[in-house]
């Protein structure tokens, strides 16, 4: 059975830091591109930063330079950096895996707010 279990989720102030996590089981990990999601209200999901199975990564661009991507195949773990944090950050996160097939988590919230 196949799971994406997102972790580090939690209310933070602008400007502030937090670390996701993204433990998968029941896949081949290291053959995965992995990437992190995001859905605010009202709005559709949108992709954050991807990370290829040989460690390419592409992030949107509302991100770039906040937010970093890794994957630790060893442990079967994908991570979201994500610093500079704004209020339009908030958001549910969601871990997705892609190779022949495409699998989501469950989601974690993230809210960015004073």
């Known amino acids: 059975q196949v799971q994406l279990v997102e972790s580090g989720g939690g209310l933070v102030q602008p400007g502030g830091s937090l670390r996701l996590s993204c433990a998968a089981s029941?896949?081949?990990?290291?053959?995965?591109?992995m990437g992190w999601y995001r859905q605010a209200p009202g709005k559709q999901r949108e992709l954050v930063a991807v990370i290829t199975s040989g460690g390419v990564t592409n992030y949107a661009d509302s991100v770039k330079g906040r937010f970093t991507i890794s994957r630790d195949n060893a442990k079967n773990t994908m991570y979201l950096q994500m610093n500079s944090l704004k209020p339009e950050d908030t958001a549910v996160y969601y871990c997705?895996?892609?190779?022949?097939?495409?699998?989501w988590g469950q989601g974690t919230q993230v809210t960015v707010s004073s």
């Open positions: 029941g896949i081949r990990f290291s053959l995965y591109a």
């Open positions: 997705h895996a892609q190779w022949l097939n495409a699998f």
